[in-house]
């Protein structure tokens, strides 16, 4: 009997034409350490599910699969990804490999599998001769200095919706290809996010931004970290509030936060200049000072930091804490472990001066696999504009791919006619949350691996200096990437590294 890993993350082969397809698969090869080809053939209308070959050297992944001449590449499908799905047709001519945002709500257990089906199928359907080779996997790192060079290499993949934190990182590396239009019109926020210097290099996808939830309508009072402050005075459960201060890229986005929130706008480029400003430091520790609960932080000891998507709403909805900061999706959270009705949303105030800044996943191509004017420019281009436009952005929003009844995911989407449409405008989160952008300017696209660096060493020094109890994790030991990103074996950790670089928790932290 063959070696199939029966472990989740497997490679499911679809065949919807008309004849026999004979397929090739990473790690069922001579060449990848089988001991001969296994040519695995799926018959008219039928799937066949492969897994890694446990006994090869080195890590179990699948990475490619050949069928008919046509060959994936960067699949990276682990034990521990969702599966890999590959929809045959028989008419296809080209291979297009994908990378979409990983990190989206969703129910315990569920790692999107109906998502990516319904990309492919969707856009297979629109492109019959592409095989479109789609990820939703927070197996593959994107949020990495040394890894972002490898999936945009010759050998990489040729789209990623990736955070535009590291936008000008990867145009500095000549890795992506300038944007020469935009399918579908995207709010000014989101445009200057994609810009460096008059130049778009990249299609705007979704938006982010953290915002205070409580059941109080007079939280929609709060204007400023004063504001806030008085508010969660009343709260009467303890700890007043809920979130994840903790992680190498929190520890910026909470900086930069706060001193434009004290100093201006204007004054954004020297928030990532170190050392730390006492008062923004004095700023944050009174906020993260509002989630102790008799002498214990979970905010800032690593306890919501390490759990799954939506801790921090959990804990809010089952009323273990007064309110809850998280991005407007997690309310998708709060809904599912609650509901708390009504609920209140703000934008989370750092300083004296309301200034919203706000983080944005976009979409870039390769620039070795996908030059302008060729194939696979005008697929990727297809792809970014389907992805964009307003059938998919409402199915991936209104939770289409989950059970009937399942909450909204209410993402912030970069599309600007998204929130021209009648259940998005009636829609009671969304009117709260939209008031964020025209005063909203965009989170910073110029980090560098050592600006990174310096600002997570250099802010958690002083944190720590006033609360040695503050595990803020630095990310000292591997300055290129958040130091979770380095653990092959903790997956659950590169996620919430991710969350909580975005001061956002993860979920199912608690049991009631």
């Not at 931004?209 to 939280?219: P, R």
């Not at 520790?285 to 905010?299: H, S």
Request: with cysteine; net charge neutral.
């Amino acid at each position: 009997m063959l070696p199939v890993s029966a472990n989740a993350g497997q490679l499911v082969l679809n065949n919807g034409s008309n004849a026999p397809i004979t397929c090739t698969v990473d790690g069922w090869t001579i060449a990848t350490g089988y001991n001969f080809d296994w040519n695995i053939t799926v018959q008219p209308g039928a799937s066949f599910r492969v897994g890694q070959n446990m006994t090869r050297p080195g890590k179990p992944v699948i990475n490619w699969v050949s069928c008919g001449g046509l060959t994936t590449k960067m699949m990276n499908i682990t034990p521990a990804a969702p599966d890999g799905q590959i929809f045959l047709n028989g008419q296809q001519k080209r291979v297009l490999n994908a990378a979409l945002y990983p990190y989206l709500p969703t129910l315990p257990g569920n790692k999107f599998e109906a998502l990516v089906a319904h990309v492919i199928k969707t856009y297979q359907a629109q492109n019959p001769d592409v095989l479109l080779a789609a990820q939703l996997n927070d197996q593959t790192n994107i949020y990495s200095f040394d890894n972002l060079p490898l999936l945009l290499s010759a050998n990489g993949l040729d789209v990623i919706e990736m955070d535009v934190t590291y936008l000008d990182f990867v145009v500095r590396e000549k890795l992506i290809n300038k944007v020469t239009s935009v399918p579908n019109k995207a709010l000014p926020v989101a445009m200057a996010s994609v810009t460096i210097n008059g130049t778009v290099w990249a299609i705007p996808s979704w938006l982010c931004s953290n915002f205070i939830y409580a059941s109080d309508g007079a939280l929609t009072n709060v204007k400023t970290l004063d504001d806030l402050l008085a508010f969660l005075k009343t709260r009467r459960v303890s700890p007043q509030i809920a979130a994840s201060f903790n992680g190498s890229w929190t520890l910026p986005a909470m900086y930069i936060n706060g001193y434009v929130q004290t100093y201006g706008l204007d004054k954004i480029n020297q928030s990532m200049v170190m050392p730390p400003d006492p008062t923004v430091i004095s700023n944050l520790l009174k906020l993260t000072a509002t989630c102790n609960d008799d002498g214990t932080n979970n905010c800032t000891n690593d306890v919501y930091h390490n759990g799954a998507n939506g801790t921090t709403e959990q804990v809010f909805a089952t009323g273990h804490s007064g309110s809850d900061m998280g991005f407007s999706e997690q309310s998708f959270y709060i809904n599912y472990y609650g509901p708390v009705s009504p609920l209140y949303s703000v934008i989370a105030p750092w300083g004296a001066k309301p200034q919203p800044l706000l983080f944005s996943d976009a979409f870039v191509t390769n620039s070795s696999t996908c030059k302008p004017g060729t194939p696979c420019a005008a697929d990727a281009a297809a792809l970014t504009t389907m992805m964009t436009d307003l059938p998919m952005k409402n199915y991936i929003v209104q939770s289409q791919d989950l059970p009937a009844g399942t909450p909204w995911r209410t993402l912030l989407v970069a599309t600007q006619g998204f929130y021209a449409q009648p259940q998005i405008a009636n829609n009671p989160m969304y009117q709260q949350f939209t008031k964020v952008f025209p005063t909203a300017a965009a989170y910073p696209n110029n980090f560098t691996a050592e600006v990174q660096t310096q600002m997570a060493v250099g802010i958690c020094k002083a944190l720590k200096a006033q609360d040695p109890t503050y595990v803020c994790n630095s990310g000292v030991a591997n300055a290129a990437t958040p130091p979770s990103a380095a653990n092959d074996n903790a997956p659950e950790n590169v996620t919430a590294e991710k969350q909580s670089f975005r001061t956002s928790g993860r979920s199912g932290g608690i049991t009631q």
